[in-house]
T-cell receptor
Framework: GAVVSQHPSRVICKSGTSVKIECRSL??????MFWYRQFPKQSLMLMAT?????????EQGVEKDKFLINHASLTLSTLTVTSAHPEDSSFYIC????????????FGDGTRLSIL | DAKTTQPNSMESNEEEPVHLPCNHS???????IHWYRQLPSQGPEYVIH???SNVNNRMASLAIAEDRKSSTLILHRATLRDAAVYYC??????????????FGKGTLLTVNP
């Protein structure tokens, strides 16, 4: 079945570092991908919608200059956390829908980001 | 998207059926009922979805009330690997290219050996 691959699975880095997370749809094309953030013992919160060939749409309260999204091809979206700080430590998850809006979304396995 | 209400947690024994309820009293005619689950330290996984009729697949069954104001996810024989947070989500088919899912708190299912 359809698979979404997310890389890396875990990142530990120093405060002030920028971190890039990749999300790939492996056997289908995705003009839209979604980026979520999940803090411990909480639910997933949508951060932004990544649109192939155009600007991302950010949810209210999410800083677009802090979380840079690029969707340069139909199979790849990247999220860059710029100048990361300890409060950015979280579990980041991407997803991509396969086909029509009533069809399932496929999720990556997530990236555990820890900022020291 | 319309809101759903689920119990915070449920407990089951291995090899027994599990019925996970979801209330969605404000559901509209164009809302599909989706179920996803999230195992520890993983991204969510699609389980099943439906509109009006009951649905079955290899993972589970979805029973939808006649008035569509509630639904039940049925795991026929729970295994330890079914321990996860289960999310019931309504998704308006009119959403077009904006397929985003809004996650609530879900139900934490514990499966006892």
């Amino acid at each position: 079945g359809a698979v979404v691959s997310q890389h890396p699975s875990r990142v530990i880095c120093k405060s002030g570092t920028s971190v890039k997370i990749e999300c790939r749809s492996l056997d289908f094309q995705a003009t839209t991908m979604f980026w979520y953030r999940q803090f411990p013992k909480q639910s997933l919160m949508l951060m932004a919608t990544s649109n192939e060939g155009s600007k991302a749409t950010y949810e209210q309260g999410v800083e677009k200059d802090k979380f840079l999204i690029n969707h340069a091809s139909l199979t790849l979206s990247t999220l860059t956390v710029t100048s990361a700080h300890p409060e950015d430590s979280s579990f980041y998850i991407c997803s991509a829908p396969e086909g029509l809006s009533n069809q399932p979304q496929h999720f990556g396995d997530g990236t555990r980001l820890s900022i020291l | 998207d319309a809101k759903t209400t689920q119990p915070n947690s449920m407990e089951s024994n291995e090899e027994e059926p599990v019925h996970l309820p979801c209330n969605h009293s404000t559901i509209s005619g164009t809302d599909y009922i989706h179920w996803y689950r999230q195992l520890p330290s993983q991204g969510p996984e699609y389980v099943i979805h439906g509109l009006t009729s009951n649905v079955n697949n290899r993972m589970a069954s979805l029973a939808i009330a006649e008035d569509r104001k509630s639904s039940t996810l049925i795991l026929h024989r729970a295994t330890l690997r079914d321990a996860a947070v289960y999310y019931c989500i309504l998704r308006d088919v009119r959403g077009g290219s904006n397929y985003k899912l809004t996650f609530g708190k879900g139900t934490l299912l514990t499966v006892n050996p």
